[in-house]
Structure formats: structure tokens, C-alpha cells
T-cell receptor
């Protein structure tokens, strides 16, 4: 199993550009989520999904869009990048049962100029 | 609101010694789960240990153990026989499920350095 994979590993964007961060998992997990990690802030939840076709907002959803058309994939879209979105983005997955361990991808480092 | 506090931004320990990382949390829920994650310089988030709040017995995982004090809402991590590979950021996290929504809230992390 590859676990949770993310692409790209690093990306530089100009303000106003859009892009999609890819996330895939091969563990057949129902639950998937996106976090951002900023210095001194820990990880904060952006969006999550409890299954194909179902998504919901987390703590910091503004400026981001998600969709879940398959169990395996959960892309994160930046609609119009802003410097405040410079961060490290982590995708995670787990079984849908309460309290199950989340498995994280390796992260995508995004720099918005 | 649910919060997780790690009061030690940085700590250091000598190789082979024992170190304890502190974590306190605040939730009004009676059923929740607590986690410690390790993030080495590679940035990969790795689960260290997991505790179910309804279990009184402290979780252990090889050299890692927790001191779970439910009444005090404290969840500290003890690392015994510290190794150089334990150098990393350590994040405490609390999961709750409430009224159809769920949250996994992280603390801001403790940077642990193991010195040779």
C-alpha cells in the first residue's frame, strides 16, 4: 500500500492564480481531510469528507474548494491564491468510525508570491 | 470551544534519558480520543500513541507512554530511553464527535531535541 499520497511536493504560485492539490489513498478509507500547517499554529482543518459525494467545512475553509467523486481521491482547489495561503498542506484519511487514527500524506509546500 | 494546549514550545533531553511532554485540553464532551503525533524534519506526520477517553488505563507503545488524567484534562507523553531519532516536533490532538460534526484539534506543538 502506498498509503496517502500528495502531489505536488512543492509549488510556487503568483497571487490570483488557481491550482489543485491532489490527494489519493489506497486504504479504502471513507474519511478524508485537508489541513494546513503554519508556523506556531499547529494543524488546522480546512475541509473534510465522510464519503464520496459528501464534503463539509472545517475551521479555515475560505478560499478553498473540495469535491469527492471517488473514495480514493480528495483534491483541494485554491480558487484565487493569496499570500496568506502560503503554508504546508496535509491530506489525511482514516476509517469513518469515531476516533480512528488518521494517516497523513507527506505534505505539499505552497508558496504564494 | 475545544482547545489543546502544549505549554512547552521547545525541550531538549540527553540521549538515553527520559523526557515528558505536556498537553492539556478542554472539551465538554465525555467521550473523546487523544493522540500524540510526531513530525520529524521530513515533515511526515506519524502517530505515536492513541488514548480512548473512556479507558482509564494509560496507553503505552514501546518506549512511549502517556499519563492520562481525565479529571485534570491532562495528557502528557513520556519518552523513555530517548534516541536521536526521537528529535522531532510533537503534536497533541483531541478528537470529538458531536451532533453530526467532528473535530480533530491540534496543539501548537513541542519541538524536542535529543542530544548525543
Amino acid at each position: 500500500n502506498a498509503g496517502v499520497t500528495q502531489t505536488p511536493k512543492f509549488q510556487v504560485l503568483k497571487t490570483g492564480q488557481s491550482m489543485t492539490l491532489q490527494c489519493a489513498q489506497d486504504m479504502n478509507h471513507e474519511y478524508m481531510s485537508w489541513y494546513r500547517q503554519d508556523p506556531g499554529m499547529g494543524l488546522r482543518l480546512i475541509h473534510y469528507s465522510v464519503g464520496a459525494g459528501i464534503t463539509d467545512q472545517g475551521e479555515v475553509p475560505n478560499g478553498y474548494n473540495v469535491s469527492r467523486s471517488t473514495t480514493e481521491d480528495f483534491p483541494l482547489r485554491l480558487l484565487s491564491a493569496a499570500p496568506s495561503q502560503t503554508s504546508v498542506y496535509f491530506c489525511a484519511s482514516r476509517p469513518v468510525r469515531d476516533g480512528e487514527t488518521q494517516y497523513f500524506g507527506p505534505g505539499t509546500r505552497l508558496l504564494v508570491l | 470551544a475545544q482547545t489543546v494546549t502544549q505549554s512547552q514550545p521547545e525541550m531538549s533531553v540527553q540521549e538515553a534519558e527520559t523526557v515528558t511532554l505536556s498537553c492539556t485540553y478542554d472539551t465538554s464532551e465525555s467521550n473523546y480520543y487523544l493522540f500524540w503525533y510526531k513530525q520529524p524534519p521530513s515533515r511526515q506526520m506519524i502517530l505515536v500513541i492513541r488514548q480512548e477517553a473512556y479507558k482509564q488505563q494509560n496507553a503505552t507503545e514501546n518506549r512511549f507512554s502517556v499519563n492520562f488524567q481525565k479529571a485534570a484534562k491532562s495528557f502528557s507523553l513520556k519518552i523513555s530511553d530517548s534516541q536521536l531519532g526521537d528529535t522531532a516536533m510533537y503534536f497533541c490532538a483531541c478528537y470529538i464527535s458531536q451532533g453530526g460534526s467532528e473535530k480533530l484539534v491540534f496543539g501548537k506543538g513541542t519541538k524536542l531535541t535529543v542530544n548525543p
